[in-house]
């Protein structure tokens, strides 16, 4: 079992910062891979990036140059540093870990932006 919890959720104004932590149960160089998904009303959950235990990051095309995913192996965190934010990042945030091939959530942090 993983457990996962996520913080950093906030209202912001369009291109503000937000910056999210997940901190897991287990250490997260034994988890192959540390996921950020988010989820807009009426809409499906989607792969915003990815983190392996190896450190090596992906992004979806629709945040890559603006959000950055890291870690902190110490603390068995990792975080979403997400720049000029959108309208449309607006979402609930969820941390993924996948460990032994199963799939493991946090609850979520909604991300508003508006004005």
């Known amino acids: 079992q993983v457990q996962l919890v996520e913080s950093g959720g906030d209202l912001v104004q369009p291109g503000g910062s937000l910056r999210l932590s997940c901190a897991a149960s287990?250490?997260?160089?034994?988890?192959?891979?540390m996921g950020w998904y988010r989820q807009a009303p009426g809409k499906q959950r989607e792969l915003v990036a990815t983190?392996?235990?190896?450190?090596?990051?992906n992004y979806a095309d629709s945040v890559k140059g603006r959000f950055t995913a890291s870690r902190d192996i110490a603390k068995n965190t990792v975080y979403l540093q997400m720049n000029s934010l959108k309208p449309e990042d607006t979402a609930v945030y969820y941390c993924?870990?996948?460990?032994?091939?199963?799939?493991?959530w946090g609850q979520g942090t909604q991300v508003t932006v508006s004005s």
């Open positions: 993924n870990a996948d460990w032994r091939n199963n799939d493991f």
């Open positions: 287990r250490s997260i160089l034994r988890i192959n891979a």
């Open positions: 983190i392996t235990s190896g450190g090596s990051t």
